[in-house]
C-alpha cells in the first residue's frame, strides 16, 4: 500500500496542517511531518473533510445502464468528494432479493471509487403490497440496513407499520418517499403559481405533509426509525421538528436542487427541472435552509438521478423527474452555506454514515481512523458544463452555472480515487 | 412584431390591438368574391395537430391558404409520431423541410415552447393541454369588440371549468391587457390555486354564477367534460347544470346588452342549453368566422408579411 503525505491541509476549520496517510489510515496529524516512501499532496489552501456519504443515489444498474453503471456513478461520486453511496431499489429488476442487492454490491467493490451500500425495497417489485425478503437483504453480503421504495410512496398504512416494526429485529430504518398517491395524481410540478400559470398538474405540499404526519406517529407508535427522503416543503419541516421534539426517533433528508431552486425553473418547460417530489417555492427554499442549519433536517442527500437524454428531451409531462447531484453537491452547499465546513461535514458525511451505520465513514481525520477523506478547494469556481460530468448522464439543473468549490482529490481507505480534480481510475 | 405567439402574455396592449385592426382589414376579405391575397405567397406553413381538433385546423388552414402561403397539414394519426417519434425529431424534419410558420396542437403543456427552441420558424400555439390558447383569445376578443365596440371597461364573465382550460388562461391575460375586468365563476374545485396572482392580479373569482350575471358585458360559457365528475370536481352533471350552467332563465337576468360565448365544442345541456346557444345573443356562429380573420391577422403580422 501506497503512502501519501498530504501538506498544508486545514482539516475544516483547522491551522494547516500535515496528514500522513498509510495503510488505509490516517496514520499521523501534525505540522512538518515526514515519510521518505509517501507521494506528497500539496494541499495548501485546501481543506480536508470526511469523505461525503450520500444516503440518496441512483445507479441505475440494473437495468438502465445506458444512463448510468455502478462505475460510473461511483465515479461521478469520488469526484464529487464522496466515499460511500447508498444506492436505491429502484433497478430493473428491483432490489427487492438478496440476490439483486449482493449484485449491486459486488458492482460496487469491483469499481473500487466508492463504497457501494444497496438500499432495499420495502415492498416486492415496488408494489406496495406485500413485504419484500427484509430479513435476507440484511441477512446478504450486502448487510443491508435501509429499506425504501423510493420513486413510489409506502402508501398502505398498515403495511408501513409493518415494515417500521419489521426492520427492528436488524435495527434497519425505513426511508419513505413521501407523496400521497391519491393527492398526486399526474402531478407535474409543485401546486401554485407557476403551475396555475403553466397549465401543468399541481403537487401539493399537503400530499407530502400528510405522509410523514401519518408516518412520525406511527414510529412513535411502534418505537421504530424512520428517515424522511428529500423534504421539500416548510410545512414538513413543522411536522419534523414536533416529532422530533416529542422524541421520534425520525431522521430526514433535502437534496441540494431543493436547497437552491424554486419552481419558477419551470417557467422554461425545460424538463432537466423536471424532478420528484417537485421544486418548490422560495419560501420553502429558505424553510428548508434554516431547517438544515438548525437540525431539524439532519442531512443533505443527492437523490442523484440520471436519465438518457431521450428521457428529459421532450414534452415536460412526458418527461422522468429527476437531476443529476453527486457531482455538484458540496459546490450547493458551500454556495448556500458558505465554508461552514464543521456543518457541512456533519450533514454530508457523519450524520449520513451514522443514520447508515456505515462504519469508517463520516468520522473526520485523526490519527488511526480510516482514510476516508475528501480535499476542497474552496476558493475555486467552476463552471458546470453537462458534457464535462462523469456520469453517464447529462441531466444537471446547474449547466453553464458559475458555483464555488472544487474536488482536488478523494481518498477512499487510503487510495485515491480522485487526484489533482480527476478520477484515477 | 414578436416571432412566436405562445401565451395571450407575448402580446402587450399596443400588438394585441394591431392584430386586432389587421384582423378587422382580413375580414373583408371574406366578403370578396376572391377570397385570397398575395401576402404570404412562397411561404409554408404546417399544421402540426397532436390533438384531434378538425374546428382550429381548419381555421388555420382557410387562414393560411387565403394567404396564399403553401400549407402542409401533419396530423399526429398516421404520420411517424405514432410510431413513436419525438417531438425534437419532428422539429428538426420541419425545420429541414423550411418550415416558416408551424402551428402547434398539442395534449402536453409547454409543447409549443419546447418546439420553439428547436426550429427557426414562428411557432402559433393553437392550444397545449391546459395551459393557453392564445388565438381563441385573440378571435373572442375580436367578437367581443365587434359586437360591443370596445374592450377596455367590459365585464367579462368567464365560467366553467378553468381549471382544466386553456381557453380562460389565454382569454384573462389578453382580455386584463385590453383593460377589460374578469371575473372567473366556477364551483372552487374548478378553479386553481393562485389564479390572480399567477395571471392577472385585477381579476376577482366568484363561486356564485347568479351573483355574477346582472353585472356583466360577456358570458363566456367553457366546456366542461362530464367525465370530471369521476375525479370528484362536482357531483353530478345534474347539479353542476344547475348551479353553473346557462340556461334561458338566468339568460333574461343578463343586462339587455349582454353577449353569450363560448369557444366550442359545446355540451348542450351542459354548461349551456339548447335555448341559450340558439338565442341571438349568442356568438359561437360569429366566433368561428372571426377566427379565420384573427388567424389570417396573426400569420400575416408573425411572418412579417407586413415588412418585407
Known amino acids: ?425 | 412584431m414578436i416571432r412566436h405567439l405562445l401565451s395571450g402574455a407575448d402580446l402587450d396592449a399596443d400588438t394585441a390591438t394591431l392584430v386586432l385592426d389587421t384582423a378587422a382589414e382580413m375580414a373583408t376579405v371574406a366578403g370578396r368574391e376572391v377570397k385570397k391575397l398575395p401576402a404570404l405567397r412562397g411561404r409554408t406553413v404546417v399544421n402540426l395537430f397532436y390533438e384531434d381538433s378538425t374546428r382550429t385546423r381548419i381555421s388555420f388552414e382557410a387562414a393560411a391558404k387565403r394567404l396564399s402561403a403553401d400549407v402542409i397539414n401533419f396530423s399526429a394519426k398516421g404520420s411517424s409520431v405514432a410510431k413513436g417519434e419525438s417531438l425534437k425529431d419532428t422539429a428538426l424534419t420541419l425545420q429541414a423541410m423550411g418550415a416558416d410558420a408551424v402551428v402547434i396542437r398539442h395534449p402536453a403543456s409547454g409543447a409549443p415552447h419546447r418546439l420553439a427552441d428547436w426550429v427557426d420558424g414562428s411557432v402559433v400555439n393553437a392550444g397545449d393541454g391546459t395551459h393557453e390558447h392564445p388565438t381563441q383569445a385573440l378571435l373572442d376578443a375580436y367578437t367581443m369588440r365587434s359586437r360591443l365596440g370596445r374592450l377596455a371597461g367590459l365585464h367579462v364573465a368567464i365560467v366553467g371549468d378553468v381549471l382544466h382550460s386553456r381557453v380562460a388562461r389565454s382569454n384573462v391575460l389578453l382580455l386584463s391587457t385590453l383593460g377589460a375586468k374578469v371575473t372567473l365563476v366556477g364551483p372552487p374545485t374548478l378553479i386553481p390555486v393562485d389564479i390572480a396572482s399567477a395571471l392577472a392580479p385585477g381579476i376577482d373569482v366568484s363561486y356564485d354564477l347568479d351573483a355574477v350575471a346582472p353585472g356583466v358585458d360577456v358570458v363566456m360559457m367553457l366546456r366542461v367534460q362530464r367525465e370530471r365528475m369521476s375525479d370528484s370536481y362536482f357531483p353530478s352533471a345534474r347539479e353542476y347544470a344547475r348551479r353553473y350552467g346557462l340556461d334561458g332563465p338566468r339568460l333574461r337576468r343578463l343586462p339587455e346588452h349582454a353577449i353569450v360565448m363560448h369557444p366550442g365544442p359545446m355540451n348542450r345541456g351542459m354548461e349551456i342549453t339548447p335555448e341559450v346557444a340558439d338565442s341571438p345573443r349568442s356568438t359561437i356562429v360569429e366566433q368561428v368566422a372571426n377566427g379565420v380573420s384573427v388567424r389570417m391577422a396573426v400569420l400575416y403580422l408573425l411572418l412579417g408579411g407586413n415588412n418585407r
Open chain 1, 1 to 425: 500500500m501506497t503512502a501519501y503525505l498530504i501538506r498544508n491541509v486545514r482539516v475544516l476549520d483547522g491551522e494547516p496542517t500535515d496528514l500522513l496517510v498509510r495503510d488505509g489510515v490516517v496514520a499521523e496529524v501534525g505540522a512538518g511531518l515526514t515519510a521518505d516512501d509517501a507521494t506528497v499532496v500539496d494541499a495548501t489552501g485546501l481543506v480536508a473533510l470526511p469523505g461525503l456519504v450520500d444516503l440518496h443515489t441512483h445507479l441505475r444498474e440494473p437495468g438502465r445502464e445506458d444512463a448510468e453503471t455502478v462505475e460510473s456513478g461511483s465515479r461521478a461520486a469520488a469526484l464529487g468528494g464522496y466515499t460511500a453511496v447508498c444506492a436505491m431499489a429502484n433497478t430493473s429488476p428491483v432490489a427487492d432479493t438478496a440476490g439483486v442487492v449482493e449484485q449491486v454490491w459486488r458492482l460496487g467493490r469491483e469499481a473500487g471509487l466508492v463504497d457501494v451500500q444497496p438500499i432495499g425495497a420495502v415492498t416486492v417489485g415496488l408494489a406496495g403490497e406485500r413485504l419484500a425478503e427484509l430479513g435476507a437483504m440484511a441477512d446478504s453480503a450486502a448487510r443491508v440496513r435501509i429499506f425504501s421504495d423510493d420513486g413510489h410512496c409506502v402508501a398502505d398504512p398498515r403495511l408501513m407499520r409493518r415494515a417500521l416494526e419489521y426492520v427492528k429485529a436488524f435495527d434497519g430504518v425505513i426511508a419513505q418517499h413521501a407523496e400521497e398517491p391519491r393527492l398526486t395524481e399526474g402531478a407535474q410540478m409543485h401546486e401554485g403559481e407557476v403551475s396555475t400559470r403553466l397549465g401543468l398538474t399541481g403537487w401539493p405540499a399537503v400530499a407530502e405533509e400528510a405522509i410523514i404526519a401519518r408516518d412520525v406517529l406511527l414510529a412513535e407508535h411502534v418505537g421504530s426509525r424512520l428517515h424522511v427522503c428529500h423534504v421539500s416543503t416548510a410545512g414538513s419541516v413543522e411536522v419534523l421538528r414536533q416529532a422530533k421534539a416529542r422524541g421520534v426517533r425520525v431522521t430526514a433528508e433535502v437534496t441540494p436542487h431543493h436547497l437552491l431552486l424554486t419552481d419558477e425553473k419551470a417557467e422554461s418547460y425545460d424538463p432537466v427541472f423536471k424532478v420528484n417530489p417537485p421544486l418548490r417555492t422560495a419560501a420553502d427554499v429558505a424553510a428548508l435552509r434554516a431547517a438544515l442549519a438548525e437540525g431539524v433536517i439532519d442531512i443533505v442527500a443527492t437523490d442523484h438521478a440520471p436519465h438518457a437524454v431521450e428521457d428529459k428531451e421532450c414534452e415536460w409531462a412526458y418527461a422522468r423527474p429527476g437531476m443529476l447531484g453527486l457531482e455538484t453537491a458540496l459546490s450547493i452547499a458551500l454556495d448556500v452555506f458558505g465554508p461552514q465546513w464543521d456543518l457541512i461535514a456533519e450533514r454530508m458525511s457523519r450524520a449520513p454514515a451514522r443514520i447508515a451505520g456505515l462504519d469508517g465513514h463520516g468520522l473526520d481525520p485523526a490519527p488511526g481512523v480510516p482514510a476516508n477523506l475528501t480535499l476542497v478547494d474552496p476558493a475555486a469556481r467552476r463552471v458546470i458544463e453537462p458534457a464535462e460530468l462523469a456520469s453517464r448522464s447529462r441531466n444537471t439543473p446547474y449547466a453553464r452555472m458559475t458555483l464555488p468549490g472544487r474536488i482536488v482529490a478523494t481518498f477512499l481507505r487510503g487510495e485515491p480515487t480522485v487526484l489533482d480534480g480527476k478520477a484515477v481510475k
